[in-house]
């Protein structure tokens, strides 16, 4: 993202240096992130993510367009860490991929940092039809599809979705519901017999 | 549950035949359970299921105690088809086990009828603290304890949570965030994939 100012369009009303300088796109889309953390996709507004940003809301609207858009921006920052994955599997091989793909994806929801926005990311998803919509573009185009490119196996997209299942269902269990004993066992250990299931969707029997 | 009135207590005031009668208590739960699917656990409340059910709002709480109660009341009668999965496994034997229970639990997910009444449960539960806990408590102790009963692997409590964590993922990216190719995949092909991995977390390698 460059931070050049979009040329000024014609009627639309003069606004402070404060409100349009360089730095507004980054105010709002850090509010955006924000609002949507705190509310939830249904409950998060246009004017709550301008008030965080100290904009006007036709600015959020003008940079962003309308609230989907903003979502969408914001869950591919708040989702960047877990994009990584292709490159993860890329670098793996074919024997290591379900271990290092299970350990990589467990420690992103262990830490707090990276926990919380994909936590609130997920309840947006489930929660709202169009959140989904956004969650799962993204989830589709930036992972599986990328990751189903990495394999040689037959079904391969579908093959990488149950995987991708088998943990997304780990983190709901043990992150999200707090099952016991799942949710206070060592992360080794979870990972040690989740990995062969990764392992075998991902690369055959 | 038996439909015994309960004796009226000092001081409530007296109440109609029809508010008091003898399917009051059932007409409560029927009305929270549409509450709570049609607006979540944090947006239903007390006085709409009184509405609901043609009630007064005292007469809920009489019957069912604050909130939480009434949602873990409606919670065991939506989930109430997939608590019978505990005896699909008791009665598939230790080879079958994988096939059996991943067969019977995305069945529950595929029909709309049982569905519907299970995806607000988990809404819920992903958007609600206080909703995940009464959600968590009748998973362990109806469920997985029971399930985890029946097997004879170390850490049967462990693994009978991650084959639950593999269907609960599938259920997540199929039905919820509808993932392509999962969420359009042939059923049979999907049980065929995804109950190898459940029978190894509950039957071992």
């Given at each position: 993202m460059t931070?050049?100012p979009?040329?000024?369009?014609?009627?639309?009303?003069?606004?402070?240096?404060?409100e349009e300088?360089?730095?507004?796109?980054?105010r709002?889309?850090?509010?955006?992130r924000?609002?949507?953390?705190r509310?939830?996709?249904?409950?998060?507004?246009?004017?709550?993510?301008?008030?965080g940003?100290?904009v006007d809301?036709?600015?959020?609207?003008?940079y962003?367009?309308?609230?989907?858009?903003?979502?969408?921006?914001?869950?591919?920052v708040?989702?960047?860490?877990?994009l990584?994955?292709?490159?993860v599997?890329v670098?793996s091989?074919?024997?290591?991929?379900?271990?290092?793909?299970?350990?990589f994806?467990?420690?992103?929801w262990?830490?707090?940092?990276?926990?919380?926005?994909?936590?609130?990311?997920v309840?947006s998803?489930?929660a709202?039809?169009?959140a989904?919509?956004?969650?799962?573009?993204?989830?589709?185009?930036?992972?599986?599809?990328?990751?189903?490119d990495?394999?040689?196996?037959?079904?391969?997209?579908?093959?990488?979705?149950?995987a991708a299942?088998?943990?997304?269902?780990?983190?709901?269990?043990?992150?999200?519901?707090?099952?016991?004993?799942?949710?206070s066992?060592?992360?080794?250990q979870?990972?040690?017999?989740?990995?062969p299931?990764?392992?075998?969707?991902?690369?055959?029997?």
């Amino acid at each position: 993202m460059t931070a050049t100012p979009a040329p000024r369009r014609r009627g639309r009303p003069a606004r402070t240096d404060t409100e349009e300088g360089p730095g507004a796109r980054e105010r709002i889309l850090a509010a955006a992130r924000a609002e949507f953390a705190r509310h939830g996709y249904d409950k998060a507004s246009i004017r709550g993510i301008a008030k965080g940003a100290g904009v006007d809301p036709a600015l959020v609207h003008h940079y962003f367009g309308p609230k989907e858009k903003i979502f969408a921006a914001a869950v591919e920052v708040d989702f960047a860490p877990a994009l990584e994955a292709p490159a993860v599997v890329v670098a793996s091989g074919r024997e290591q991929v379900g271990q290092r793909l299970t350990s990589f994806f467990l420690q992103l929801w262990e830490d707090p940092v990276s926990r919380e926005p994909l936590l609130a990311i997920v309840r947006s998803a489930v929660a709202n039809e169009t959140a989904a919509t956004v969650f799962r573009d993204l989830v589709s185009s930036r992972l599986m599809l990328r990751i189903a490119d990495e394999l040689d196996v037959p079904e391969a997209g579908l093959r990488s979705e149950l995987a991708a299942a088998q943990l997304v269902g780990v983190t709901m269990l043990r992150y999200v519901i707090k099952v016991e004993p799942l949710a206070s066992a060592d992360l080794d250990q979870v990972v040690a017999l989740v990995a062969p299931a990764v392992q075998r969707h991902l690369a055959g029997d």
